[in-house]
């Protein structure tokens, strides 16, 4: 017995184990894709495999792609598996109209009920769109529905049910636009999802063929590619079960992986290969493969010695492995890399037995009367708002080389294809449909002004895949650990005048206080602006946050290059930005000076030309400058690139609907999102909490809601004045803070812009801890107060615990390397759900390094990562545990902390717990132990360990 893997390959049941299956369905997939195109010459690919439930994409060119690190239903898993993104779009998907938007998903009706079209009171689906639209005709489907199974498509209750939403909805539309619509916004959720395979890594998806499989997949592969560009789709005669299908068509695959380290030109490299080889061979042959049949590939994973992400290629001599690295770099990054000291990171072996499996079928026997469209079957479909009759044929009566022309259905055994107006459907070899744009697609659409719930959502899916864009170009074209590993940046756009519209889901405290850092810039060169000008900034009293976090903003022009239409900006947390210590986060600051260099609307790009003379001047100037400019102008290199990605994709939506439809759709998200707020007032209750901090500070905070006027005030009266050190948070902070806190009382997805604060009016006293005056000292403000007032928020509401409450900043170097990592810990508990433990939380979401990849590019050894049990509060639910990190250091080096909750626990709610305090210690080489503050600095020796253990979060209720 064999089983399939998440690999591709097939593995005796003696060798499979659990981890190996998770992705082992879609695999098959991948491999049915490959194998079947491949008979037609097919071999730059991408799948689209849509079922009920999801679609999920992959991308091939020439060699399957495959992933050492999944995350899966929110986990991640370390395991080899094909590389394939899943979306929650499909033929279950239920249709819904929620906060003024028709939305599509992400909840699925599933094989029972299902969609109501099955007989079983399920809700509205993407199926039932097709249903209601005639694209899926009862009289020619099989008829299988029902309590007894035997009953054809109910395509009356699924009339009763879109007009029933055409009435709630009450803007005039009707069921048959309202299924239109429904389905765009599907259509453009499964684009979005193969645009992160692809165009996001740098291929040109019109290039490629659509192997398109699944279930309900032939029902929708012309519109998804319309949506790409894609003007060729191929369809095999078993797409529907393409999956099952290519499981059988899989090889007896065995991989290995050894971490190597080693230079690039380290000849052991190919005797450890050798082993491995002999290895995976010998795994395949015990299965039954003659060696005959057996293929080995060779293949290392190649990075530069200071950089964490790593390219594979084939393995062969040096200098082909260093070339075939540069045109893998060139084309997921952009640009090649400096190849002077590449290492070898990880050997890998596949070993390939072919079981012999064959993909041709037989052609289709000439039939008596071929497929033509004027003796076949009419049915009523509705194509573009029009009703007409439409040919439904049968695949199978298809002989090869015949074609027809769109709008036409074709009907097979395990699936419904639709071919759209425009499209021609060519019958090939062995039955294979290949499909092809015979008329090319008209771009530019009139949508008219006024708002409308379909594009409502299309537009808002179209501005976050902008900002998604751009955030994939930053962590790809990046040099810095804490940007390109880390994910220590954010991406957003803006209307024309600064106000955020659209932001993807990067770090929450960046986000609600990048639209000051924009609107100053535009305001303070307002005339002066020109084509091609890209700004920088990080002064935390313009719209900053801390020193570190570098905003680059690039306004976008219309084609006469008179008017800014819009702006992208993007913000990284560079590694070093100068300052008293390593890392730019002295415990001691008095003054801003002392953080680093800052940098107030500095003309970074004039007219499209990089001023780098300028930049690295300014870089290097003042009392503490950046101790490693060549990074920080890389990074910022990438922070252009990554604006540069926005401008085109806000250009080309600008061509495709208008400039006063773009503009007046970004009012009407923000509009949404106002609206959306606005609901939970209506249900919010008046409030105030007093926030004790460790050093004797407060915040207190009270809400004041206005059900009459649906508005509130948030007033932050009585919290202390500025402190003398860094425990200051600029005003654009506390600004992110309420905006990211009301956006999570939502309770629903809509994006986080201005219009989430517009029902808000923010009391800060100036002067105050939380609006300082400059030229405070701000470095633990973005961190640490920034926390501590969402959980103030939190505690006002009564609706959350106290978390963590701290990001648990730690910081160490000398003059060779520096690292700065910010910790998790618990998580408050709310009424019904425990806290989380080892997360990130509120205003942050970056990664941890990997234990592995911190040892192989430090001195330092991970010796303890562990959950710190029993230190989440009690509570009818409990809060979520901290955890305890040990990290012992092989050199000499200065060690920085930026944490809180070590004197105060987090506070529980509604007579719950508090969490544990958290803990930082150094143990020396000598046995001796060291009790550290929340803020400190200290110099560690060989041999000795740091230890920190972080807080828990507050129980919720009396337990």
């Known amino acids: 017995m064999f089983f399939i893997e998440s690999t591709g390959g097939v593995s005796d049941a003696t060798l499979f184990q659990g981890k190996d299956a998770i992705l082992s369905g879609p695999a098959g997939g991948v491999v049915g894709m490959v194998r079947t195109a491949a008979e037609l010459g097919f071999d730059k690919l991408i799948g689209f495999d849509m079922g009920g439930t999801s679609t999920d994409v992959c991308h091939f060119a020439g060699e399957f792609e495959r992933s050492f690190e999944t995350e899966v239903a929110g986990v991640r898993v370390r395991a ?56 899926l005709n009862p009289q020619h489907f099989p008829q299988v529905f029902g309590p007894n199974a035997d009953q054809p498509l109910d395509t009356e209750a699924v009339r009763v049910k879109f007009a029933d939403l055409a009435r709630q909805i009450g803007d005039g539309k009707t069921p048959e636009q309202l299924a239109e619509g429904f389905l765009r916004i599907a259509v453009e959720n499964m684009a979005n999802a193969i645009k992160k395979i692809s165009v996001q890594r740098g291929y040109d998806v019109t290039k490629y063929t659509m192997n398109c499989f699944g279930g309900a997949g032939g029902q929708h592969a012309c519109l998804v590619a319309d949506a790409l560009g894609m003007e060729r789709i191929f369809i095999h005669p078993f797409a529907g079960v393409l999956s099952a299908f290519g499981m059988g068509l899989a090889d007896v695959r065995a991989m290995r992986e050894q971490q190597f380290e080693k230079p690039l030109d380290d000849e052991s490299a190919g005797d450890m290969l050798a082993v491995m080889s002999r290895i995976a061979s010998d795994e395949v042959k015990d299965q039954g493969i003659s060696e005959t049949d057996i293929t080995v590939l060779r293949r290392v994973q190649i990075r530069p010695r200071d950089a964490q992400q790593s390219l594979e290629v084939a393995f062969g001599t040096a200098d082909d492995m260093q070339r075939a690295f540069v045109d893998a770099h060139q084309q997921r990054f952009g640009f090649s890399p400096d190849t002077t000291d590449l290492i070898v990171d990880v050997l890998v ?27 076949q079957t009419l049915v009523s479909t509705c194509f573009e708002g029009e009703w007409q009759d439409v040919p439904l ?75 998604e864009q751009m955030g994939a170009t930053l962590a790809n074209t990046a040099y810095s650990v804490n940007i ?50 890209v700004f920088m900034m990080n002064n935390p009293f313009n719209g900053g946050t801390h020193l570190p976090d570098v905003t680059v903003i690039t306004p976008v022009f219309d084609e006469t290059g008179q008017h800014i239409l819009y702006t992208v900006a993007s913000r990284g947390h560079h590694a070093d930005i100068g300052g008293k210590t390593p890392g730019s986060a002295p415990p001691d600051s008095r003054t801003i000076a002392e953080e680093g260099v800052v940098i107030d609307n500095f003309l970074l790009v004039k007219k499209g030309t990089l001023r780098e003379a300028e930049t690295r001047a300014l870089l290097a100037s003042g009392s503490y400058p950046c101790r490693n400019v060549d990074q920080n102008m890389a990074d910022l290199a990438a922070q252009i690139a990554a604006n540069a990605t926005g401008a085109t994709e806000l250009q080309k939506i600008t061509a495709q609907f208008g400039i006063d439809a773009v503009h007046a759709y970004m009012g009407h998200v923000q509009d949404n999102a106002e609206e959306s707020v606005r609901r939970v007032l209506d249900v919010l209750k008046d409030g105030a909490f007093c926030y004790p901090l460790d050093s004797g500070a407060e915040i207190k905070v009270a809400i004041r809601v206005d059900r009459l006027n649906r508005r509130a005030t948030i007033d ?41 604060l517009k029902p808000l009016e923010l009391i800060v006293p100036e002067g105050s801890m939380i609006n300082p005056k400059a030229p405070a000292a701000v470095i633990s403000g973005n961190t640490e107060v920034s926390q501590s007032i969402a959980d103030a928020l939190y505690g006002a509401l009564g609706i959350l615990a106290g978390s963590q409450g701290t990001m648990n900043n730690f910081v160490y170097g000398n003059s060779e390397f520096q690292n700065y990592e910010t910790i998790c810990g618990g998580t408050g508990a709310g009424d019904g759900f425990n806290g989380t433990s080892a997360v990130h939380s509120h205003m942050t979401n970056t990664r941890m390094t990997d234990p592995e990849v911190l040892e192989t590019r430090f001195p330092v050894r991970v010796e303890e990562f562990s959950i710190r049990e029993g230190s989440g509060g009690s509570g009818r639910y409990v809060g979520g545990n901290g955890i305890v990190r040990r990290l012992r250091f092989n050199e000499a080096m200065t060690v920085t902390t930026l944490s809180s909750h070590r004197a105060i626990p987090p506070h529980g709610a509604h007579n719950g717990n508090p969490g544990a305090v958290g803990e930082n210690s150094v143990l020396r080489a000598d046995g001796s132990c060291e009790l550290l503050q929340g803020n400190d600095q200290v110099d560690l020796r060989q041999g000795d360990v740091f230890i920190m253990k972080t807080p828990g979060g507050g129980g919720f209720g009396r337990s």
């Open 80 to 135: 080899p598996m094909m590389s394939i993104h899943t979306v929650a779009a499909g033929g279950g998907s239920i249709l819904s109209y929620r906060d003024g938007r028709m939305q599509v998903g992400p909840e699925s009706a599933g094989a029972n009920p299902g969609p109501a079209a099955y007989r079983r009171g399920g809700p509205l689906t993407v199926t039932d769109c097709n249903v209601l639209l005639g694209k």
């Open 349 to 375: 072996v596949e070993a390939i037995g072919r079981t012999g499996e064959t993909v041709s079928l037989p052609n289709p026997e000439s039939p008596e009367t071929q497929g033509s469209t004027s003796d």
């Open 393 to 467: 044929v049968d695949r199978t009566s298809l002989a090869v080389g015949q074609s027809i022309d769109g709008p036409v259905i074709l009907t097979e055994p395990t699936g419904t294809n639709v071919v759209e107006p425009g499209w021609r459907a060519t019958c090939a070899e062995g039955g294979n449909l290949k499909l092809e744009r015979t008329v090319p697609i008209h771009r530019a659409e009139a949508i008219g002004t006024q708002v409308d719930p379909v594009m409502l959502e299309v537009f808002n899916n179209l501005f976050m895949s902008v900002a």
């Open 484 to 533: 390109k590993e880390r994910l220590d940046f954010s991406c957003a756009l803006f209307d024309q005048n600064g106000d955020l519209v659209a932001n993807a889901p990067h770090v929450p405290v960046h986000l609600g206080s990048m639209s000051e850092s924009v609107r100053t810039i535009l305001r303070e060169n307002a005339g002066k602006i020109c084509p091609g000008d």
């Open 716 to 756: 932050f009266t009585g919290t202390s004045t500025q402190s003398p050190l860094n425990y200051n948070a600029p005003l654009s902070i506390c600004r992110a803070v309420v905006l990211y806190v009301f956006r999570t009382l939502v309770g629903r997805d809509i994006p986080m812009n201005e219009g989430c």
